[in-house]
């Protein structure tokens, strides 16, 4: 039995998927079959993705929202659905019309030829639109690092000290208390200290 399968995605924990969701659950086999993934377009390397191509079997269609579910890496993207196309499974995307338009045994060429063009055009504006996304992100961090804005992780506050004498006490040329009272800090808080310090080398 040939099978419709879904896939949708967001890109974060924090999205909803529930918009796809709803648009694609009238075309598949059954709700079952309809993968999903909160990640990042920017690879395939996603668990839900991923358990869905294994499922898959020539004869099959995927239905998806739009090109930009499957990825946002127009190369990555190309090589999936030249993947779908040799193993006989086919695509429909809901926001690409002609995708869903079935043709006349022998007329397939047709729908090749205008897939063709629209996923070239689609799959450009996806990886364009991660390119812009990206730029934004490098200008914002700049522009806030430029009015003194802390970006990352706070800075760890430590005595002036601390460098010298971590060296020192690593080395053993110092015991942990003698550490502990030269830098002024109770046990917790300097193993405390000592476990960010650590994480920040």
Do not use: C
């Amino acid at each position: 039995m040939n099978i419709s399968f879904g896939y949708i995605r967001v890109s974060s924990k924090e999205q909803n998927l529930d918009r796809q969701y709803d648009a694609l659950k009238k075309y598949v086999t059954d709700e079952k079959y309809i993968y999903s993934d909160k990640a990042s377009g920017k690879d395939m390397e996603r668990e839900g993705f991923q358990n869905m191509l294994k499922a898959m079997r020539s004869g099959d269609t995927l239905y998806i929202k739009s090109i930009d579910r499957l990825g946002r890496n127009k190369a990555q993207i190309k090589e999936y659905l030249e993947y779908f196309k040799r193993n006989g499974i086919r695509v429909k995307i809901l926001d690409m019309p002609t995708t869903m338009q079935d043709y006349p045994e022998g007329q397939e060429w047709v729908l090749d030829m205008v897939n063709s063009i629209l996923i070239e055009v689609y799959t450009t504006l996806a990886q364009q639109e991660r390119e812009t996304l990206l730029q934004r992100q490098a200008e914002g961090i700049a522009a806030a690092k430029a009015r003194g804005k802390h970006m990352g992780r706070p800075k760890l506050e430590l005595p002036k000290e601390w460098d010298k004498l971590y060296k020192k006490w690593k080395k053993g040329e110092i015991k942990a208390v003698e550490f502990m009272n030269l830098v002024n800090m109770k046990k917790p808080t300097f193993y405390k200290k000592v476990k960010e310090y650590e994480a920040s080398l």
